[in-house]
């Protein structure tokens, strides 16, 4: 079982402030530090995944120096395009002063002493307020439900927020006060005359001066900084600066390695078909061409999946196309997409008024609809969506003698490394997870069905064998954004003001306060949800339930602007009256856009505004019209994520989120027929090309340097909703259903 | 799990039938063969021997498939349909643009002269386009001739 099952609950009371930010002497001359270190931690299995040298020994760690002065920081959290391992080492390198140039990064080891306790409060106690992450008790107990959710995950745009505000810069400033006192102490001078730059240590008025390694071995014995103090703004010499990123050269020059790239000795190859239709099974299989075909090994009836094992992966595709399958019947063979909608707005009709789920409820929506003066009602839908990560869902096992190796690209490392123990029938410390870059997450990678399939294989044929799925069997195979349904009733008064809102959809997935709109100041609201049983498995998809309701709220509201008269940005501009960081971010977007000012014929103009994952972004799209189809011209975005780390990642952030959410508005579409997803490849699940690709201005808002909010995500919401009530403007055509590729505009 | 050697086809129905268990094994495992052993011959052909060399030849055209088709009507690739070439004069295949030299060699596609070709076309026919393809085993050669003989007969 998992070290989670084996952590007594006696251990809780041993929590001290010493033990929760630990340091280590390290063998050789180098200084480690580490936030999550517990009394008894089996410390000995990490030395081999992340000792360098001969004399360097790791204790558990976020940062190290090692004798030639460089400074590695290791990063509990996966790379998968968004930057976060420079932003990372960016925060940890500032406060430590070290010298960008000579940082090294390290992905943590897939172990549970790395899950982010950060993260861990963030989900479990939202609306906790500590001041220090050091305060033993709850940060403890955090570190263990954390760590029993196997929380070293990436995702929600956390990494920065979370991991890197209180966690990467508090190793980085314990490090150096801990070099500093090791210096003072050497140096027989007040540790306040020392200053700190560029990894090295000045003591100004004696002349003296000494790189980090020379103070690495002392500085691991010096007493631990209960609270080390944070640098502020002013002084952030690397944060805020857009640093290259770490990983461009060997992305580059191709030698970056993702999970598809995995090479073991002896390996063979794996193509896979699952049941098309969820829950059915394989009941027989035909498999006597296959058996004939080169270079075919294994053929394998997995029960819920077919799978070939050949020398080659396009050997083992083309045997598995022969394989003739019949799969049992199911509840939802029958389904298709009308059918699901239908489904929904019945869900939606028996819940009317006063049913369904409340999700928060202010006022009497009900008496302010019926006594408003103008009123508004309206249904959106977004269908299913598919992630499409460019590199597809793979994995590569191996499991001999009581042991398990697995390979892959994964956003959980530890969920990956417990549901591959699962599969094998093993325990969580016989199985070593190897992580490699991701070839884009958007969510997909946080689930591990590709990690448990390539294990059960690999236990089958005894030697290693690497999974691969085709484009085929990752486009219908996947966890979906959910298809949704969404209805509103807004109210308002004889000024025009925004007095009703109500709202009532299908599912709610994630995060939870996506549906509402605090930000906005409307008197009287409610919004519930009703849930409505689907098949497909739903998973999360970049900005997972924002992707939904940021649609839903921004039509919605420009449809109340039109119904009061309104321009959408005014309209806007009353609803954030009393917040004025909120209110900054929109001005800023209609200001960059030259909002007002006259358009070409046919072309239209669309604001929309959702704050979401702590972050505060505004996005005008300039739309033209005049084809058969919408052309996206511009975007202009004003973003606050209270401090750009970086702000060439966020910028690169901001124009990606607004590529994926582009496909999406314009094309994405996985539809059920039979109760098959009807989607196959590119063909038919197209992605936007460069030529649709908009110019994107961004522009920065440093908000409030200490409430960070994530940059993976929140650029996506707006989009849709800012491309539409474009489209509104310019045609006074009101879409309520995407994609847009569902409507003609001849 | 014991396996059995360069057996060509071993059925393995798993004894397990509770489907609860988070992680089944295969309910059916065809071991072809294991790693690293040879390829399996098949153990007969269906049919004569004639048969059985197309049927090669079909396999050894599937290089050839690259840039040629064989099925009537089927456009042209980077060479041109080799249906009903046999009997034809070099070079003759409509909407096909081929090399001066080709088009000058004054060859009728006989199986002789197919054989001689693409053993290696570029020494037979120098200035030709086709620089890839040359099947140098005898046998190979034989086979595809079969094959693409069967082609016109169907």
């Known amino acids: ?746 | 799990m014991a396996l059995a050697r360069n057996i060509a086809c071993l059925v393995i129905l798993a004894l397990t039938a509770c489907s609860s268990d988070p992680a089944p094994g295969p309910t059916e495992q065809i071991i072809v063969r294991e790693p690293g052993a040879a390829p399996v011959q098949p153990v007969a052909v269906i049919g004569d021997p004639a048969s059985a060399l197309v049927a090669e030849g079909k396999a050894v055209f599937a290089n050839c498939s690259a840039c040629h088709a064989v099925e009537q009507d089927a456009p042209n690739g980077a060479g041109p349909n080799l249906f009903g070439i046999f009997g034809k004069p070099a070079a003759e295949v409509s909407g096909f643009s081929y090399s001066d030299a080709l088009q000058a060699s004054g060859i009728i596609w006989t199986t002789a002269e197919l054989d001689g070709y693409i053993a290696n076309p570029t020494a037979k026919v120098p200035g030709t386009t086709m620089v890839s393809g040359a099947i140098e085993d005898a046998a190979k050669r034989a086979a595809v001739i079969a094959y693409l003989e069967s082609s016109m007969a169907n």
């Open chain 1, 1 to 746: 079982m998992s070290e989670t099952a084996t952590a007594s609950p006696a251990k809780k009371g041993k929590w001290t402030r010493r033990a929760f930010i630990g340091a280590g002497v390290v063998a050789g001359s180098a200084l480690v530090v580490g936030v999550a270190v517990r009394p008894g931690n089996p410390i000995d299995r990490l030395n081999p995944l992340l000792a360098s040298g001969e004399n360097e020994q790791l204790l558990n760690a976020w940062v190290k120096v090692d004798a030639d002065n460089i400074v590695t920081a290791v990063i509990p959290h996966v790379e998968m395009g968004q930057g976060v391992y420079t932003a990372l080492a960016q925060m940890l390198a500032d406060e430590m002063d070290a010298d960008w140039n000579k940082v090294r990064i390290l992905e943590a080891p897939a172990d549970m002493q790395y899950v982010s306790d950060s993260i861990g409060r963030d989900f479990l106690f939202p609306n906790l307020d500590v001041p220090a992450i050091f305060e033993p008790t709850v940060a403890g107990g955090i570190l263990e439900l954390a760590q029993a959710m196997g929380l070293q995950f990436t995702g929600g745009s956390y990494s920065v927020r979370a991991t890197g505000q209180r966690a990467m810069r508090t190793a980085g400033a314990a490090a150096r006060e801990m070099l500093v006192a090791a210096a003072a102490s050497e140096w027989q001078v007040p540790a306040s005359e020392i200053s700190t730059a560029d990894s090295m240590i000045v003591h100004a008025s004696s002349g003296r001066s000494e790189p980090f390694a020379k103070f690495a071995l002392a500085a691991a014995e010096q007493r631990l900084p209960a609270k080390p103090t944070l640098k502020s703004p002013e002084n952030y010499k690397i944060m805020g600066q857009p640093k290259a990123r770490h990983d461009i050269p060997e992305k580059v020059d191709g030698s970056a390695v993702f999970g598809i790239d995995a090479d073991v000795p002896g390996m063979k190859y794996a193509a896979v078909k699952a049941a098309p239709v969820v829950g059915a099974m394989v009941e027989s299989i035909d498999a006597s061409t296959a058996k004939t075909m080169p270079g075919v090994l294994q053929i394998l009836n997995m029960g819920d999946f077919v799978a070939v094992v050949a020398d080659g992966y396009w050997q083992a595709q083309q045997a598995l196309n022969t394989i003739d399958t019949r799969y049992s019947k199911t509840d939802g063979d029958e389904l298709d997409q009308d059918a699901l909608f239908a489904r929904y707005a019945a869900y939606l009709d028996e819940a009317g008024d006063e049913g369904g789920d409340m999700e928060t409820e202010s006022g009497d929506p009900a008496k302010s609809f019926a006594e408003a003066v103008t009123r508004v009602e309206a249904e959106y839908k977004v269908p299913f969506l598919a992630h499409a990560t460019m590199e597809p869902m793979n994995c590569t096992a191996w499991v001999r003698d009581g042991k398990c190796d697995v390979w892959s690209s994964h956003q959980a490392p530890v969920n990956a490394r417990q549901a591959a123990a699962d599969a094998a029938g093993l325990a969580f410390e016989d199985v070593t997870y190897h992580n490699a870059y991701l070839g884009g997450g958007f969510g997909r990678r946080s689930e591990s069905d590709n990690i448990i399939m390539a294990t059960r294989i690999a236990k089958a044929t005894g030697y290693p064998v690497k999974m691969i799925w085709s484009r085929e069997e990752d486009t219908t195979q996947d966890h979906y954004r959910p298809s949704a349904t969404s209805r509103f009733r807004g109210g308002l008064d004889q000024q025009g003001q925004a007095v009703s809102w109500s709202n009532i959809h299908t599912h709610l997935f994630d995060p939870k306060d996506a549906p509402t709109l605090p930000y906005y100041n409307i008197p009287n609201h409610r919004i519930r949800k009703v849930d409505v049983p689907t098949q497909l498995r739903f998973g999360p998809w970049r900005s997972v339930d924002h992707s939904q309701h940021g649609f839903f709220i921004e039509s919605f509201v420009d449809e109340m602007a039109h119904a009061a008269g309104k321009d959408g940005y005014a309209f806007r501009r009353e609803l954030l009256a009393g917040s004025p960081r909120h209110l900054k971010v929109l001005d800023t977007a209609a200001k960059i856009s030259g909002w007002g000012t006259p358009l070409p014929e046919k072309h239209g103009r669309g604001i929309a505004f959702v704050p979401s994952f702590g972050s505060i972004v505004a996005q005008v799209a300039e739309v033209d019209m005049s084809g058969s189809r919408p052309k996206v011209k511009k975007v202009y975005v004003a973003a606050d994520p209270g401090f750009v780390i970086n702000p060439d990642g966020f910028i690169a952030q901001m124009e990606s989120a607004i590529a994926y959410g582009l496909t999406a508005a314009l094309y994405g579409e996985i539809s059920i027929k039979d109760g098959r997803v009807q989607q196959s490849n590119f063909h038919d699940y197209p992605m936007l090309r460069i030529n649709e690709m908009p110019e994107v201005e961004v522009a920065l808002i440093n908000g409030d340097h200490q409430r960070l909010g994530g940059g993976g995500e929140p650029g996506l919401p707006p989009i849709a909703p800012a491309v539409t009530n474009a489209i509104f403007a310019a045609t006074g055509t009101r879409i309520r259903e995407l994609p847009l590729s569902k409507h003609s505009f001849a």
